[in-house]
């Protein structure tokens, strides 16, 4: 088991160093797109917590497909891959709800401690929020809503926050 996670991070180790930076580090030209559409820097966070989680379920993966592995860690490593699949969907599930609502765009991520959600929008509202915080609460079956935080953001707020 330990030779199948070293290979895996050798293998990552490798794809990260040769993979070239994607990132933009020259000035940009054109002004971002503050009118319409879903903002950047939530695109990225997205995609950090993907990449995360990929990361987490490769290791997973690893475990499961161990020669090595006992019975019992195969389906422990199985029951965290499954909630970890079941967290994504519900995150992606809540954000459709608040686009659907509305708003331009919003990130939520869900952990062992609560939800955060951030919504990008011009005005703060405590009765959405509300319903945000109730429609968290069932979507992830959490019984006390102190672990739902929102956030009400303006697009320049979320911009300034990465840049």
Do not use: W
């Not at 994607?22 to 990449?51: F, N, S, V």
């Not at 497909?65 to 891959?81: D, V």
Request: aromatic content about 4%; proline content about 2%; overall charge negative.
């Amino acid at each position: 088991m330990a030779l199948i996670l070293l290979t895996l991070v050798l293998m990552l180790t490798v794809y990260y160093i040769t993979d070239p930076f994607k990132k933009d580090t020259g000035p940009r030209d054109e002004p971002a797109d503050e009118t319409g559409g879903k903002i950047e820097e939530l695109t990225a966070r997205r995609l950090a917590l993907r990449d995360e989680r990929n990361l987490i379920i490769l290791g997973l993966d690893a475990i499961i497909a161990s020669n090595e592995a006992t019975i019992a860690e195969k389906e422990n490593a199985l029951r965290e891959k499954r909630y970890l699949n079941t967290l994504t969907e519900k995150e992606l599930l809540l954000e459709m709800q608040v686009i659907a609502m509305g708003y331009r765009d919003c990130f939520v991520h869900a952990s062992d401690l609560g939800v955060d959600i951030t919504v990008i929008a011009e005005e703060h509202s405590l009765t959405v929020a509300n319903q945000l915080a109730n429609e968290a609460a069932m979507i992830f079956d959490i019984l006390d809503t102190t672990s739902i935080v929102i956030h009400f953001k303006t697009a320049e707020e979320v911009m300034g926050e990465v840049s």
